[in-house]
């Protein structure tokens, strides 16, 4: 053992951190960590596109990025192509969401409907939708039935999978209470089984939304005059690099406010997660 | 409420589990007992005899194989429709996404009592059991006793002619188990409701019970039928009595035999 000096040292240290006060330090922020590399990359990028003098059809400066975007909402109506885009697929995963719970509900409960529809989905469900936009257009054309029933098809598979399987996943001793209170099937289905599959099916619902927006602006790049991607496929084609950019950087935000207000709604779900 | 005046008849029920996939089950076998309106019929036996499912027969969600289940009127002797039953479970089964009271309110919701009434009596009920003030949280919130007690109450408020309790205390610890027994056994009283209670405890047996039924190893039978005479309330004070500790004798006496022989049964199924 060493003598009293060096050891009170380490003692002090230890101490430190129990104390409630802590000192802020901005490497020990997370969102001066997070948004501030996010500010680096974008000041290296502005910084390098300038100095090295790369053309602006393959590399153009943030900057030119965020005049391109204030340009394109102000003048080029690209608020109406958000709207085209936001509204094709809303319709479709709105009903995909409608249809898919109510369709989930019952192939959990009845045999019979299982029985059918686990074939559909095995059949259907592994097949990349994407590959579903040719035929569609054979049958139904580039318009708003082919936007409808293309959000509509990706959101609704996982929507189903995920009701099915949290209805069946169900506790059978909360069945069985509700029936030993004089619970009818159908009070079971609507105050019990629906209830306690109500994460799984926002779990289903999250992953839907995700497919519906791949697909809808897939289809807007092959066949659309208006929408995100349809601006982001024209812009490609005549080599505004900086509008390419700026649709990105829309549909990006897009994402994020879609996960944030999913995040919220999961919050608020909080009381149908289980003890 | 009325007094109950409708017995339970269990008439040479069996029942065997026959599922596609595996050797049939036998879990009853030639069962007769007569549950008496008004008091407290304790199930007792080794683990796997077959009580739940003797409950859940009464109850009506198992058929028997064989037997017959008949409910009585006592003063006319007239066979009769099934009483009104509540269960309270052993794993609580509370719904988790609904707040106490409306967990004690559901039986009423789902009956179409107005929403005014049904709140009304689950606060009477939720104050029975000593959780007033705690009707806004969920179950999550509240510790293994106080959900049982919610559960009880979620039985109770339907005011059921005969209350089925499958070993209810058998998740919680010993020292919560003993207040939750004086609290049931008087909750039991003053209600006067017909009672069959499925337990592991002698103890609690005896000091909740009116007849003790001591059943066998699987395929459960009835071995014995034991009146219990102590005086009522009984208490923890109760377990002093000479004759508390006789009963006690008697009933692990019986039982031993039986726990041993089902363990030797569920090692050979073990083996198969
Ligand atoms: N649905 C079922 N299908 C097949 N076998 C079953 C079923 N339910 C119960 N059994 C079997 O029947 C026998 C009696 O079961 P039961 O649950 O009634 O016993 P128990 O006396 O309540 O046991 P415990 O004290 O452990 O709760 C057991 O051997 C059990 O494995
Ligand atoms: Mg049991």
């Known amino acids: 053992m060493s003598p009293a000096g060096p050891l009170a040292e380490p003692t002090t240290k230890a101490a430190a951190p129990a104390r409630k006060r802590r000192v802020w330090v901005w490497y020990n922020d997370e969102r001066v960590l997070g948004w501030g590399s996010v500010a680096l990359v974008i000041a290296i990028w502005e910084a390098a596109a300038r100095l090295s003098g790369v053309s602006p059809l393959y590399l153009p400066q943030p900057s030119q990025i965020v005049v391109a975007l204030f340009k394109m909402f102000a003048t080029g109506g690209l608020a109406i192509d958000l709207g085209w885009t936001l509204w094709r697929i809303f319709a479709g995963f709105a009903l995909a969401v409608v249809i898919g719970a109510a369709l989930g509900v019952w192939i959990a409960t009845s045999f019979r409907v299982r029985a059918i529809a686990d074939m559909f989905i095995a059949m259907l469900y592994p097949l990349p939708k994407v590959t579903l936009i040719p035929l569609l257009i054979i049958w139904l054309g580039t318009g708003g039935p082919f936007m409808l029933t293309i959000s509509f098809l990706g959101a609704i598979f996982p929507i189903v999978i995920n009701t099915v399987l949290g209805v069946r996943q169900c506790d059978p001793g909360l069945v069985l209470a509700a029936r030993d209170l004089g619970a009818t099937p159908q009070q079971i289905v609507r105050k019990v089984l629906v209830p306690s599959a109500i994460p799984s099916i926002f779990a289903g619902i999250r992953l839907g939304l995700g497919v519906s927006i791949i697909l809808v602006v897939a289809a807007e790049m092959v066949v659309g005059k208006y929408g995100l991607g349809a601006r982001l496929y024209l812009s490609g084609q005549i080599l505004e690099t900086e509008q390419v950019f700026a649709v990105l950087i829309v549909l990006a935000a897009l994402g994020i406010i879609v996960t944030k207000v999913q995040d919220y709604i999961d919050i608020k779900l909080g009381r149908w997660r289980l003890a | ?272």
């Open chain 2, 1 to 272: 409420m009325k007094s109950p005046n409708v017995a339970i008849e269990l008439e040479g029920i069996g029942l065997t589990f026959a599922p596609e996939s595996e050797t049939p089950t036998i879990a009853l076998n030639d069962v007769h007992c007569r549950i008496e309106p008004g008091k407290v019929t304790a199930l007792i036996g080794p683990s796997g005899c077959g009580k739940s499912t003797l409950l859940q027969i009464a109850r009506g969600f198992l058929n028997p194989s064989r037997g017959q289940l008949r409910f009585v009127e006592v003063a006319s002797g007239k066979v009769t429709g099934r009483p009104a039953m509540a269960t309270v479970w052993q794993a609580f089964n509370l719904f988790p996404w609904l707040t106490v009271i409306e967990n004690v309110a559901f039986g009423l919701e789902v009956a179409g009592v107005s929403k005014q009434e049904r709140e009304a009596r689950a606060r009477k009920a939720i104050g029975a059991v000593d959780l007033a003030g705690f009707e806004r949280h969920f179950p999550r919130q509240l510790s293994g006793g106080m959900r049982q007690r919610v559960g009880i109450a979620r039985a109770l408020v339907m005011e059921p002619e005969v209350l089925l309790l499958d070993e209810p205390f058998g998740a919680l610890d010993a020292q919560t188990r003993l207040v939750l027994q004086e609290q049931l056994s008087s909750l039991v009283e003053t209600s006067g409701t017909t009672a069959i209670l499925v337990t592991h405890s002698i103890e609690e047996a005896i000091l909740l019970a009116d007849k003790i039924v001591v059943m066998s190893a699987r395929p459960g039978r009835i071995v014995s039928e034991i009146a219990v005479g102590l005086p009522r309330p009984r208490t923890f004070a109760t377990t002093q009595d000479p004759e508390y500790a006789q009963l006690f004798d008697r009933i692990y006496g019986l039982l031993r035999d039986e726990v041993m022989r089902a363990m030797i049964i569920e090692s050979e199924k073990a083996d198969t």
